[in-house]
């Protein structure tokens, strides 16, 4: 449970709805032990005053039939309203859980989410905080109603049976809580099994899909066959137990219900014999047990849940609880007084990894100069970049702007300082004007349009039907990688900082295309301090000098 | 069918059990009996509950060994298809893609099996019995019953359609919120550089809540129609219940064939009322198991549709004629989906020839691989291994004639000399000393346990560079008469590569090889460079001679790498 203490604290800010949905929810249940109990209350009653002509008449048989129909409408109208605010609130909790993480990533990116970039972990993230929703609707909220709803009998059958009472109370809370608990105890270790089992199934398909052409060529097919075979046979077996397991919890539950029941009535028989009950109070009894076990049903799917929700909290734990690569001052100390740039004994390598990056690189380009630098694959440039952006710090020697060293100013100014195209520039998936307004959000049309002219994507964006409104999503454009990249490069046009750095500008392009986009971004940036990262012949025409790294 | 027997039986068994609980209630109340009297009752009360405790346990397994038997049955059936497929189908399709229907879409079908097809049975069979026993009791709770029984299939419908729109809209709202979530995190280093990201968590907030907003509405409308279901359910039972009290008070007198109802027979009807509608409700929940299954069979379709291209004639002409491989395609043509990926390639290829075949990604390098391979099957009469028709060929035959590296090789689990020893299972260990140091993978050797390491699943702890190396020492011990290389050097660095192709090109100067690349530096040691574009060859000659023609291989050129 510990791990969910920090998201049960978050769901006081929604407080409100929450109260709401559980209160529903009680009501529901109120209604149907009371819809149950009062009928067979009355029929009981109404046997008994039915055997005398006499009492029968004088018998009010309006109330609880009304009563009855009381109940069963108020079940009605609660379980509607229940839903209904259970999901608003669930939904409001998402909202408050995904800005929560948002808030803490932000500081931490992207050094902490590089690692997982390459992997599905980015995306097992947010499935993870999706099954947060649980933790409400399908964890804490049946746990209370049970607690509640036990305590309520003890109450409400004290009136009748002391010991009565305390017995339905033991077991209620037996089956609701404990039965469970156990079974979920006793299958958590062939859980484990299970899921490395799956796993390396998982594997193995993959691996056999990728090394089909060797499976085939080296004549291996009846080898990769049986092995599949076997893991999968072993992965049965084990949730073969999981069903036993599963199976005798389910046992259980019935054999807890009906000892309930029988132990119930075995008392309350004998009280009835004493005359220490009413007869129709047996009845009472009963029903209110059958309805009682009908309101703790949803509790074994809780425990389940509450196993998945654990570890999805515990993931989603872990990413926020790492420490940021990179601290800013709050505001800067100086201001640069030009957009010149000098690079000192830079020294990086990335933290658990022995491979050295960078071995005291210099480099200096004055401001207003023209720059590219180059490089084999591997080399350190696009570090290089990371580093002046300020997502990792380096390891030794300095960064100066101006003549001021990079670390002294605040994150805004720094941006503010830079204009950069990254390797992987990210594109979002929203409009295209959305996609440019990041980079200056008070950008008019006639600005974007300007950039879009700037990058050669005036006629493409005049011919699309929606043209800056397009959605730039996977399914809905066909915009091919250069387009893409040329959007990007827009956005550096419309950030209009003192020093630009494009790590291959040109990935993409056609020659024609980018001799012209470059000569345009040349003139434009005339000014400017430019830095080119290429692999590219055709991008060092656009540069007065090379620097090698 | 055990399962839905189990779920039948239980049905019984709870009839009895509601039986013998509203006589022991009647005979303690009404005839003032004492417990010792009853205690026949009791005792049988524990046996049933016993019995249907023995009942739900033996439910689920039979259900889990239903859904089982099916998930091995697919499971073996898809891997049989994807042998016959080939990799290159399964490329196509990519290894995660295929996992994922392998593993998680047929795992999809298990609750189906498990919990959907008994409970439907249930559904139908369970209130049927009930109201079987409850009509000679009282017809008129009969008829109340019976009343919602002719709405049971219409719930059915209804409950149906409710939870799949339902699932679906609340799946795609959770999808669509995630998916929004997910790229302002994937996009939160470009954000960063624009000084944005702070300003993004309310981006996250407006649309989480808007999409909110969207969903409730329609939650609004969705949830009446399982309220209406709550409706019938709960006014059946409050009916029954005023109806049982008013006959027991003598108000009303139809309904019982005239004799007087008993408390008895009052209390029977009430506890099976709730039971009435159970079976119905537990269909809801276990509704998506279906949209599930039947999303999943969606999927598998993907798979095992697609038809093998390899041929498998009955008249096949063995293949011996080794030596030597002379290749020649004749106006070579292959379609994928109606779209022409090769376009009437002509060259011929002779005995210890070493061809590169160059282009960019999509120009029908590995398609012309696969051809060759065997893996696709190609038109008759346009491609002839040795002055033979492939379509003639035995291909398994052929393909022990093979050696072929891939550009991101994975050895299979085992010691890296089981991994060598596959490829010549009689080689000696001073040959696979050999191979491994003309590939240039001496660190091998440094190894604490030298060729006998075990590399495990996701071939751990090694790079993949070594395992290049490694796979080219496999190479190196295949006794091949024809080589195929699949942009062998496509995910290793620079000077890996020129080792490798170095040692490649030493190693089979009397062998028939083709190469495929889209690195278009150091392919002077090639005899033949063979430029595709767009499934047609453009250019053909050596290194010099394209140079020269300052065409397209010069255009990619001047487009390619600075080896610094």
């Known amino acids: 449970m510990r791990d969910l203490w920090p998201f049960i604290a978050l769901l006081k800010q929604r407080w409100t709805s929450i109260a709401f949905a559980f209160f529903f929810a009680l009501i529901t249940l109120l209604a149907g032990i009371g819809l149950l109990s009062l009928a067979g209350w009355f029929i009981s009653a109404a046997a008994f005053a039915g055997l005398t002509a006499l009492s029968g008449i004088t018998f009010n048989f309006f109330m609880p039939s009304a009563g009855v129909r009381f109940f069963s409408l108020v079940r009605i109208g609660g379980r509607y309203c229940e839903r209904l605010f259970s999901h608003d609130a669930t939904f409001k909790i998402l909202t408050t859980v995904r800005v929560w993480l948002y808030q803490r990533i932000e500081p931490i990116a992207p050094a902490c989410l590089w690692r997982y970039r390459s992997s599905d972990l980015l995306n097992r993230l947010t499935s993870d905080v999706n099954s947060l929703d649980n933790l409400y609707l399908r964890i804490l909220s049946p746990m209370l109603a049970a607690i509640f709803i036990s305590l309520l009998m003890l109450f409400f059958f004290h009136f009748f049976s002391s010991f009565i009472a305390v017995f339905v109370f033991i077991m209620l809370l037996a089956t609701a809580f404990a039965a469970p608990y156990i079974s979920q105890r006793v299958a958590r270790s062939t859980g484990e099994q299970l899921r490395h089992q799956t796993n390396a199934l998982r594997s193995h398909i993959i691996d056999d899909v990728q090394n089909l052409t060797e499976i085939l060529l080296f004549n291996l097919q009846q080898d990769i066959t049986q092995q599949l075979a076997n893991m999968n046979a072993n992965m049965l077996a084990l949730q073969l137990r999981m069903a036993h397991i599963k199976g005798l919890g389910m046992a259980a539950i019935t054999l807890l219900t009906g000892t309930t029941f029988m132990v119930a009535l075995y008392i309350g028989v004998n009280l009835v014999n004493l005359q220490l009950l009413n007869g129709a109070n047996l009845a009472l009894i009963v029903f209110g047990i059958m309805a009682a076990y009908e309101a703790i049903a949803p509790l074994p799917m809780a425990f389940q849940y509450l196993g998945e929700t654990q570890t999805a909290a515990k993931r989603i734990l872990a990413v926020t609880k790492e420490i940021a690569a990179v601290q800013f001052p709050e505001s800067s100390l100086t201001q640069p007084q030009s957009a010149s740039l000098n690079i000192s004994s830079l020294n990086f390598q990335y933290p658990n990894s022995d491979k050295i990056i960078l071995n005291g690189f210099n480099m200096t380009i004055a401001a207003g100069e023209h720059v590219a630098l180059l490089g084999p694959n591997g080399c350190g440039k696009s570090t290089l970049v990371n580093l002046m952006a300020r997502f990792w710090n380096p390891t030794a020697g300095e960064m100066r702007i101006g003549d001021v060293d990079i670390t002294q100013l605040s994150e805004a100014d720094l941006r503010n300082q830079f204009s950069i195209l990254n390797q992987r520039p990210h594109i979002f998936n929203d409009s295209l004007r959305n996609n440019l307004l990041i980079a200056k959000p008070d950008a008019s049309d006639e600005e974007l349009f300007q950039a879009l002219d700037t990058v050669e994507l005036t006629d493409y964006v005049n011919n699309l039907n929606d043209g800056l409104d397009t959605q730039l999503n996977e399914a809905g454009t066909n915009m091919s990688g250069g387009q893409l990249r040329r959007i990007a490069l827009a956005r550096t046009v419309l950030h209009d900082a003192p020093i630009v750095i494009l790590d291959e500008p040109t990935e993409g392009l056609d020659n024609v295309t980018s001799q012209r986009v470059l000569t345009k971004l040349k003139s434009l940036w005339a000014n400017k301090t430019v830095l080119i990262i290429t692999h590219r012949q055709r991008d060092l025409r656009f540069v007065e000098r090379t620097v090698q790294i | ?564």
């Open chain 2, 1 to 564: 069918m055990l399962a839905t027997g189990s779920g039948i039986a239980s049905g019984f068994l709870l009839v009895l059990q509601a039986s013998l609980l509203s006589r022991i209630v009647y005979e303690a109340f009404m005839n003032h009996q004492q417990r010792d009297q009853l205690l026949h009752l009791f005792i049988m009360a524990v046996i049933v509950i016993l019995i249907r405790a023995g009942l739900s346990w033996s439910k689920e397994v039979c259900g889990f060994k239903a859904g089982s038997a099916v998930r091995k049955q697919l499971r073996q059936t898809v891997w049989q298809h994807l042998l016959k497929l080939g990799p290159a189908a399964t490329q196509h399709m990519g290894s995660g893609a295929v996992a994922s229907q392998y593993v998680e879409q047929i795992e999809a079908v298990q609750d189906f099996y498990a919990y959907y097809l008994p409970q439907m049975s249930l559904v139908v069979f369970i209130p049927l019995a009930i109201v079987a026993f409850v009509f000679p009791i009282s017809w008129m709770a009969g008829i109340i019953f019976i009343c919602t029984a002719p709405l049971i299939p219409l719930f059915m419908a209804l409950i149906g359609m409710e939870t799949a729109k339902l699932n679906q809209k609340h799946f795609q709202t959770l999808a669509r919120m995630s998916a929004k979530f997910l790229d302002v995190l994937q996009g939160i280093s470009t954000l960063k550089l624009f000084n944005r990201s702070r300003a993004q968590a309310k981006v996250v907030e407006d649309t989480s809540e808007q999409y909110r907003f969207n969903i409730m509405k329609v939650l609004r409308v969705a949830f009446m129609t399982s309220g209406v279901l709550e409706l019938f359910s709960a006014v059946s039972i409050a009916l029954t219940a005023v109806y049982l009290g008013l006959s027991l008070l003598g108000e009303v007198h139809i309904g019982h064939y005239g004799a007087a109802l008993t408390l008895q027979g009052a209390l029977f009807i009430l506890l099976l009322a709730p039971e009435f509608y159970l079976p119905l409700r537990e269909l809801g929940t276990h509704y998506h198991a279906r949209g599930q299954a039947l999303g999943a069979a969606e999927e598998l379709q993907k798979i095992l549709q697609l038809q093998p291209t390899t041929h498998h004639q009955a008249v096949q002409s063995p293949f011996t004629q080794t030596h030597q491989v002379t290749i020649n395609c004749k106006q070579l043509n292959f379609s994928f989906e109606q779209q022409r990926v090769l376009n009437n390639l002509d060259f011929s290829i002779t005995p210890g020839q070493h061809v590169a075949i160059v282009g960019t990604s999509g120009a029908g390098k590995t398609t012309l691989l696969n051809c060759l391979l065997g893996f696709l099957q190609s038109n008759p009469q346009q491609l002839y291994i040795n002055g033979i028709d492939i379509t003639d060929i035995h291909l398994t035959e052929w393909q022990q004639h093979i050696a072929w590296l891939g550009q991101n090789p994975k050895l299979f689990p085992g010691t890296i000399k089981e991994n060598l020893l596959l490829a010549n299972a009689n080689a000696s260990n001073e040959q696979l000393h050999q191979a491994l140091a003309s590939a240039h993978a001496e660190f091998v050797e440094q190894l604490p346990e030298g060729i006998n390491t075990p590399v495990g699943e996701r071939n751990l702890g090694l790079s993949g560079g070594q395992i290049q190396r490694i796979c080219l020492a496999r190479l190196y011990l295949r006794d091949a008469n024809f080589i195929i290389l699949d942009e062998p050097t496509a995910s290793i660095d620079a000077e890996s590569e020129n080792l490798l192709l170095q040692s490649i090109t030493e190693h089979f100067t009397d062998t028939t090889l083709v190469m495929s690349t889209h690195r278009i530096n150091q392919l002077e040691k090639m005899d033949t460079i063979i430029v595709l574009d767009n499934g047609e060859i453009k250019e053909m000659g050596n290194l010099a001679q394209l140079m020269e023609q300052q065409g397209l291989f010069y255009q990619m050129s001047q487009e390619e790498i600075i080896h610094a």
